[in-house]
């Protein structure tokens, strides 16, 4: 994705402007405005019903699984708090709103693909040395649930509760900053999929059915998040197996897990690791296993319509 959709910015807000895109400076990016719950509601109840996962050891990978899957090993994490359901189009298209960006001309919701070109992104930049741009969210798809009036951005209509996607892994890290998060990593995700007991699936053993993930669907539908109730991991966390793939903070690299290795560098390049499976590509058993893992790029043009986001944080 090369091309860009124009934005302008309010007059209040900090100078961000488009441009092309350099290899993007990620430590350097900053909310630019505080969450409070008037002017973002849906982002602040997510917040709020963030999940403590306790401080412990968690098992992570099989050795029954796919080679990227192994060894099993285990991991010592602190306690930390993850996001409930995925992050919804309603929560995302408030942060678009906070960030004050406005396209030049009402956009719906999958025109862009029409009217913006193929490849139309939205584009943040920080004011500073190198002028770092960075890409949030893809709205080029036909099937994009985020568009713009002409003075909002807002979300098509039944859509709202449906999980975002098309975000790139520099607007899934924006969001989540701005919200006082951060992406998971790849064992925290996985963690808070499986419990202390190394599950296969967030629900237990037993193959997904259509009670517990959202899969093999009509290849344009998401399901709402959070709810297929009886698809929760051990800690009561939702949407863990199918509907969207999910950002992590994590750098595709082997087993065994080592934070220290490089491989939570956010201002390396290579392919991020995404986690849960999804509705349409990733929905077989295997896939949809909680200690199933895949990669994404994470340059910054990419965003996909098979992939979201949940934010954690520390306890």
């Keep these: 994705m090369a091309a860009s959709l124009a934005l302008s910015v309010g007059a209040s807000a900090p100078a961000w402007a488009i441009g092309e895109i350099p290899p993007p400076d990620f430590a350097a990016l900053r909310p630019a405005a505080a969450m409070t719950p008037r002017d973002a509601p849906v982002s602040y109840r997510q917040q709020a019903d963030m999940i403590v996962i306790p401080a412990g050891s968690y098992p992570i ?11 099993a090993h285990t991991v010592t994490l602190p306690a930390y708090r993850i996001d409930r359901t995925e992050v919804s189009n309603a929560a995302y298209a408030e942060f678009l709103n906070r960030m004050d960006l406005r396209v030049r001309g009402p ?3 999958g025109q862009l693909a029409q009217e913006g070109g193929e490849d139309a992104v939205l584009l943040r930049e920080r004011r500073g040395s190198g ?27 039944g859509f709202e509760e449906h999980p975002a996607a098309e975000v790139t892994w520099a607007g899934a890290r924006a ?33 997904p059915d259509a009670t517990r993930a959202h899969v093999n669907s ?19 966390v939702l949407d863990m197996s199918g509907s969207l793939a999910e ?33 349409q590509y990733d929905n077989r ?25 949940r934010c954690a944080a520390g306890a």
């Design 247 to 279: 950002w992590t903070s994590t750098l595709k690299r082997p087993y065994p897990y080592d934070a220290h290795d490089g491989r939570e560098d956010p201002a390396a390049t290579g392919e991020r690791v995404i986690r849960g499976g999804d509705y």
């Design 107 to 109: 956009f719906p919701a």
């Design 175 to 207: 969001y989540c900053q701005w919200r006082g998060g951060r992406l998971p990593t790849e064992a925290e995700w996985e963690a808070a999929a499986r419990g202390a007991k190394g599950l296969r699936y967030p629900w237990g053993e037993a193959a």
């Design 218 to 236: 009509d290849p344009d539908a998401t399901a709402p998040v959070g709810s297929l109730p009886a698809g929760a991991s051990p800690f009561g």
């Design 285 to 309: 058993p295997e896939t949809l296993s909680a200690s199933h893992r895949n990669g994404f790029s994470n340059e910054p043009s990419q965003g996909h319509r098979q992939i979201g986001l």
């Design 61 to 71: 990978g099989r050795d029954d699984a796919a080679a990227d899957q192994r060894p």
């Design 131 to 157: 002028h770092t741009q960075y890409p949030f969210i893809a709205l080029n798809d036909e099937n994009a649930r985020i568009g713009h009036d002409g003075k909002r951005f807002v979300v098509a209509q």
